[in-house]
T-cell receptor, first 114, second 112 residues
Framework: DTEVTQTPKHLVMGMTNKKSLKCEQHMGHRAMYWYKQKAKKPPELMFVYSYEKLSINESVPSRFSPECPNSSLLNLHLHALQPEDSALYLC?????????????FGPGTRLTVL | SQQGEEDPQALSIQEGENATMNCSYKTSINNLQWYRQNSGRGLVHLILIRSNEREKHSGRLRVTLDTSKKSSSLLITASRAADTASYFCATGWGTGFQKLVFGTGTRLLVSP
């Protein structure tokens, strides 16, 4: 299985809602990532988990809260978002700390904040 | 910002023609990777070239890397309509753990 899955595909939420994005991989990868991508822009790194521990937080606002319950699963909890947070949220995974790791991406969750 | 710049921003060609995209970056790198993204979807890894390599091939793809100029190019030969996508270079850097920073992207349109 060389696939990264993400649910839901689309999410519409109000600014007072709490929602979660889910990402799963079964490739035995030990590093998992969250990226945010605005329209016609490149993906921007948000968080990196390695061996289920948060390794990198790219100064992301606290209304985004990542969680890695196990080596296959990565969640992104959303609370009190702003309309400017509307974007495509991409999850990726890679073999690990390898300096030459290829990242495998999921199809993304398109988030709209009203 | 570590972000790389790609040019052209958009490229429109006919099937069978070659497409060349260029990427420039700012800092020392471990490697440079190219990814493809179909409209609004996830990214697909195309090829990785190490910092000590100058050229690499994979099928119809040819990538070059010039670390002295901090630049790379991606050539797609004999393009097909299915190659229509956005193409991003991504520089891998960092010690101990690699971060990927994506370039601005080139939108390629291949017409039948």
């Amino acid at each position: 299985d060389t696939e990264v899955t993400q649910t839901p595909k689309h999410l519409v939420m109000g600014m007072t809602n709490k929602k979660s994005l889910k990402c799963e991989q079964h490739m035995g990868h030990r590093a998992m990532y969250w990226y945010k991508q605005k329209a016609k822009k490149p993906p921007e790194l948000m968080f990196v988990y390695s061996y289920e521990k948060l390794s990198i937080n790219e100064s992301v606002p606290s209304r985004f809260s990542p969680e890695c319950p196990n080596s296959s699963l990565l969640n992104l909890h959303l609370h009190a978002l702003q309309p400017e947070d509307s974007a495509l949220y991409l999850c990726a995974s890679s073999q690990g700390y390898d300096r030459e790791s290829e990242q495998f991406f999921g199809p993304g969750t398109r988030l709209t904040v009203l | 910002s570590q972000q790389g710049e790609e040019d052209p921003q958009a490229l429109s060609i006919q099937e069978g023609e070659n497409a060349t995209m260029n990427c420039s970056y700012k800092t020392s790198i471990n490697n440079l990777q190219w990814y493809r993204q179909n409209s609004g979807r996830g990214l697909v890894h195309l090829i990785l070239i190490r910092s000590n390599e100058r050229e690499k091939h994979s099928g119809r793809l040819r990538v070059t890397l010039d670390t002295s100029k901090k630049s790379s190019s991606l050539l797609i030969t004999a393009s097909r309509a299915a190659d229509t996508a956005s193409y991003f270079c991504a520089t891998g850097w960092g010690t101990g753990f690699q971060k990927l920073v994506f370039g601005t992207g080139t939108r390629l349109l291949v017409s039948p």
